[in-house]
């Protein structure tokens, strides 16, 4: 055997042990992608009921929120109104103590006095007696 054919059968020994070793790690490489789709689907099973509760939740929420914008309005209106009867039994009120208040003040006046002339005349009948 020469050289050249020595070399020639080195190299060949060589490039089938690197072909061996590439295959080993791809069949490797092959088995690591099959167990990365089971967890991949795996995962897709575990998380699609998940998605779907989320979903539920969120069309829920909408719902209640819609919901509460709406008792919101309603009571935005509540509230208007409850001002302006406020605001007018208020008007009211300063009409009726702006009329009321002199007559009333003189009515006050005069029970006063009656009740004190009375007390002055029950006392000077008792000294008298």
């Not at 089938?16 to 791809?26: D, E």
């Not at 967890?39 to 719902?63: D, K």
């Not at 406020?86 to 007559?103: E, K, N, T, W, Y």
């Not at 006046?109 to 004190?116: L, V």
Request: with cysteine; aromatic share 2%.
């Amino acid at each position: 055997m020469t050289a050249g054919e020595l070399a020639v059968v080195l190299a060949a020994v060589l490039c089938t042990i690197g072909f061996a070793a590439l295959i080993v790690v791809l069949v490797r490489v092959l088995d690591s992608l099959k167990a990365l789709r089971a967890e991949v689907e795996s995962l897709r099973a575990e998380t699609r009921p998940l998605l779907a509760e989320l979903a539920a939740s969120t069309n829920e929420a909408r719902a209640v929120v819609s919901e509460a914008r709406s008792d919101l309005d309603r009571f935005d209106r509540v509230l208007g109104s409850a001002e302006a009867i406020s605001g007018a039994v208020a008007g009211g009120s300063r009409v009726a103590r702006a009329a009321l208040s002199a007559p009333v003040i003189k009515t006050v006046g005069i029970a006063t006095g009656t009740k004190r002339a009375w007390r002055r005349l029950r006392r000077s009948e008792r000294k008298s007696a």
